[in-house]
């Protein structure tokens, strides 16, 4: 059983939901990240979902297309990002690290070299958001005999046959994308989410996560009412993109306390 199918299990025998905050690796500088992962965790991650820095992030809006500009003003590639989940790994060997990323910096390695090295970091799960399922069956064989989790998204035009066939190639849970459009878009609706996510779990028994839209402690509840985790990314980028030094770290702490309350409480 994979880091990722033990968090839920757990959190499903204490009647709880998964809180996964979204980071991207290098930003504001890649001095901080492993310190912003380590404040996650205290401040109640159950996961943590770890951008990697990419030129074209189709899936993101502007606030996470910014913060790859960021930290690729630092040079912060896979491999970077690899050493710095290495480096959390030192003192933290418990909490699941999903990489989100795209599948150039995968190709641009190999994805036998690509699965390898994310062993050797200790990474648990991997969504790469342009690699159609129809096309990467020998890349999630890879990752599953290195017992690191494929994780899949469906969107709301995903149609039932394909869906299907994303959630036999997926392990450890499926992203649902709560909206149409990009990461950071607003008009979060629950009801229409809550019937969606009620469809996939009729299509597997995996755990169902929800992100894109969730920007407070309000949508967050809501959400995690009906899902099995909750995910927040652009909001929690757009605290660091507006802190300094001197309160990145109290003001992502502030932010991820109000969440994981809201979450417990669904």
């Given at each position: 059983?994979?880091?990722?199918?033990?968090?839920?299990?757990?959190?499903?025998?204490?009647?709880?939901?998964?809180?996964?905050?979204?980071?991207?690796?290098?930003?504001?500088h890649p001095k901080y990240t492993?310190?912003?992962?380590?404040?996650?965790?205290?401040?109640?991650?159950?996961?943590?979902?770890?951008?990697?820095?990419?030129?074209?992030?189709?899936?993101?809006?502007?606030?996470?297309?910014?913060?790859?500009?960021?930290?690729?003003?630092?040079?912060?590639?896979?491999?970077?990002?690899?050493?710095?989940?290495?480096?959390?790994?030192?003192?933290?060997?418990?909490?699941?690290?999903?990489?989100?990323?795209?599948?150039?910096?995968?190709?641009?390695?190999?994805?036998?070299?690509?699965?390898?090295?994310?062993?050797?970091?200790?990474?648990?799960?991997?969504?790469?958001?342009?690699?159609?399922?129809?096309?990467?069956?020998?890349?999630?064989?890879?990752?599953?005999?290195?017992?690191?989790?494929?994780?899949?998204?469906?969107?709301?035009?995903?149609?039932?046959?394909?869906?299907?066939?994303?959630?036999?190639?997926?392990?450890?849970?499926?992203?649902?994308?709560?909206?149409?459009?990009?990461?950071?878009?607003?008009?979060?609706?629950?009801?229409?989410?809550?019937?969606?996510?009620?469809?996939?779990?009729?299509?597997?028994?995996?755990?169902?996560?929800?992100?894109?839209?969730?920007?407070?402690?309000?949508?967050?509840?809501?959400?995690?009412?009906?899902?099995?985790?909750?995910?927040?990314?652009?909001?929690?980028?757009?605290?660091?993109?507006?802190?300094?030094?001197?309160?990145?770290?109290?003001?992502?702490?502030?932010?991820?306390?109000?969440l994981k309350t809201a979450v417990?409480?669904?």
């Amino acid at each position: 059983m994979s880091r990722i199918q033990s968090t839920f299990a757990t959190l499903k025998q204490q009647g709880k939901k998964a809180l996964i905050p979204y980071i991207t690796a290098g930003d504001p500088h890649p001095k901080y990240t492993v310190d912003l992962m380590h404040a996650l965790v205290k401040h109640g991650a159950d996961m943590i979902e770890l951008g990697v820095p990419f030129s074209d992030p189709m899936a993101d809006g502007p606030v996470i297309q910014r913060a790859s500009e960021r930290a690729l003003v630092h040079k912060v590639g896979l491999a970077s990002v690899l050493e710095m989940v290495k480096t959390f790994r030192q003192t933290n060997q418990i909490t699941p690290i999903i990489l989100m990323g795209y599948a150039n910096p995968i190709e641009a390695i190999g994805p036998v070299a690509f699965a390898d090295r994310a062993e050797a970091a200790d990474i648990d799960g991997v969504i790469t958001v342009d690699y159609p399922p129809e096309e990467c069956g020998d890349f999630v064989k890879e990752l599953r005999s290195r017992d690191i989790d494929p994780v899949f998204l469906l969107s709301p035009t995903t149609e039932p046959k394909r869906v299907d066939l994303i959630v036999s190639q997926a392990s450890g849970f499926v992203y649902y994308v709560s909206l149409k459009g990009v990461t950071g878009a607003a008009n979060l609706d629950i009801v229409e989410v809550s019937k969606r996510v009620a469809s996939i779990r009729t299509q597997t028994n995996l755990p169902v996560g929800v992100g894109f839209g969730i920007r407070d402690a309000a949508t967050a509840k809501a959400t995690a009412a009906i899902a099995d985790a909750v995910v927040v990314g652009s909001r929690m980028v757009q605290v660091i993109e507006a802190s300094n030094d001197d309160n990145l770290l109290a003001n992502v702490a502030a932010l991820m306390d109000e969440l994981k309350t809201a979450v417990d409480a669904a």
